[in-house]
């Protein structure tokens, strides 16, 4: 995840994934199933996939773990806490996933990425919630510079009040992105997936997405 104040709120933060039934745990699953029909749609060759702020990185590696594309997949999972990170590392080797990279450090930064983008597959989960909303806009923006023709974006956010999702939907649409999943509005949480129908930007190496704010939220 991004530059914060609190490690150990963020790594405590998972811990409601042991609930089934939590608001993230349920996230979790839908994101999960955005990756898998990513994958199972994906042309044949190599994929290409960028996580920012990757957390202990179960969206996608729970996914590649047993899917069929797993050895198609170069991935990069950019975490700040080294526990949250080394929990992203051991679960990658464990599952032989060789192509997988974990990174500790800041995931805000855009050259953290600048050997694998632009990528077929960009995950920003757990981020949109707990930035401002001007440094939500600048994000979706790099998302255009992250991200290659034809591939996915898949995001997260709080529908809490003031629900910023239609205005997320809105900001994709504006940088060349088109609607092809969204989560029902009483759903708890927004889950969001847009294809990139644009020409990738030239990467702004010296860029930086957003900075974290305040206490962690189920973003």
Do not use: K
């Not at 809490?160 to 994709?172: N, Q, S, T, Y």
């Not at 930007?201 to 962690?216: E, I, K, Q, S, Y």
């Amino acid at each position: 995840m991004a530059e914060r104040t609190t490690q150990q709120n963020w790594y405590d933060w998972h811990d409601d994934y042991a609930d089934p039934d939590s608001v993230l745990s349920r996230r979790l699953a839908t994101v999960q199933a955005r990756i898998g029909e990513f994958l199972n749609a994906a042309a044949p060759g190599p994929i290409r996939a960028v996580s920012v702020c990757a957390g202990q990185g179960r969206d996608l590696l729970d996914v590649l773990a047993g899917h069929p594309r797993r050895v198609d997949v170069t991935a990069r999972l950019v975490e700040l806490d080294p526990r949250n990170a080394r929990i992203a590392g051991d679960a990658a080797r464990a599952a032989g996933l060789d192509g997988v990279e974990v990174v500790v450090g800041d995931a805000a930064p855009v050259e953290g990425y600048a050997d694998l983008v632009p990528a077929d597959l960009v995950l920003v989960c757990g981020v949109f919630g707990n930035i401002t909303d001007d440094d939500v806009r600048r994000t979706v923006g790099y998302c255009a510079q992250l991200c290659a023709t034809g591939g996915t974006v898949v995001w997260t956010r709080h529908r809490g009040e003031p629900d910023l999702v239609p205005r997320i939907c809105e900001w994709f649409a504006a940088e060349g992105f088109e609607l092809t999943w969204l989560s029902a509005p009483d759903a708890g949480f927004g889950v969001g997936t847009h294809r990139f129908t644009g020409t990738p930007r030239p990467l702004d190496r010296g860029g930086r997405m957003f900075t974290f704010v305040g206490a962690p939220l189920p973003g």
